[in-house]
């Protein structure tokens, strides 16, 4: 059966975590997977349903505002281990579920996409004639996206001294590891 893994972020504590746990009380066990990386170094506040799927010490990356890609990939990294996990979602520290979870559960699995926000345009960093595509960082990957990202290992690295800029890589680096650098179309 196909599962959802929820990929939370969290610094040291979940700020809706009784929310989370009556949605997932609604689920079928099979339907979901839940992995918890936290800040490192951070004295964790969780109940027991999340300080179980916490990620070992050993699992976890540093990572700090504007640069979480490296625990990011240590959720993909984690979850991909479970064949089952089909679709893969990036949940921050204060996300709320607004939809129940069979409603979730049949829109994600009834496609093979991934969900990106795109950002408007006129916020990409272009570098010459290449460009980064911006979106916003609470992704939603198919299982053969995350396979791509994750390449042969550690996961892909948005390449920002190529581009001179100062911003998130967050931002940036699991649609550009989906799609590659585009070259601009449009001057």
């Known amino acids: 059966k196909r599962k959802i893994a929820f990929l939370f972020l969290v610094d040291d504590h979940i700020t809706h975590e009784v929310v989370w746990e009556c949605f997932f009380t609604n ?4 339907e979901f997977s839940v992995y918890v990386h936290q800040g490192l170094g951070k004295q964790i506040r969780l109940g027991s349903f999340f300080k179980a799927r916490l990620l070992p010490p050993h699992e976890t990356a540093p990572s700090s505002w ?3 890609v490296p625990g990011m990939n240590a959720l993909l990294r984690a979850a991909l281990v479970d ?5 893969f979602i990036f949940v921050s520290a204060s996300t ?6 069979s409603h979730v559960y049949n829109v994600l699995t009834a496609t093979e996409s991934s969900h990106f926000c795109i950002t408007p345009s006129n916020q990409w960093p272009r570098q010459g004639s290449r460009l980064a595509i911006k979106h916003h960082q609470w992704v939603i990957l198919s299982r053969p996206h995350v396979v791509q990202v994750m390449g042969s290992g550690d996961g892909y690295r948005f390449p920002m001294s190529a581009f001179g800029i100062n911003c998130c ?3 940036l680096a699991h649609l550009a590891a989906v799609l590659g650098i585009p070259n601009q179309t449009n001057p």
């Open 27 to 30: 689920a079928q066990p099979d």
């Open 66 to 68: 504007g640069w979480l």
């Open 83 to 87: 064949v089952h996990n089909t679709k």
């Open 96 to 101: 709320l579920p607004v939809k129940p979870f």
């Open 169 to 171: 890589e967050d931002e």
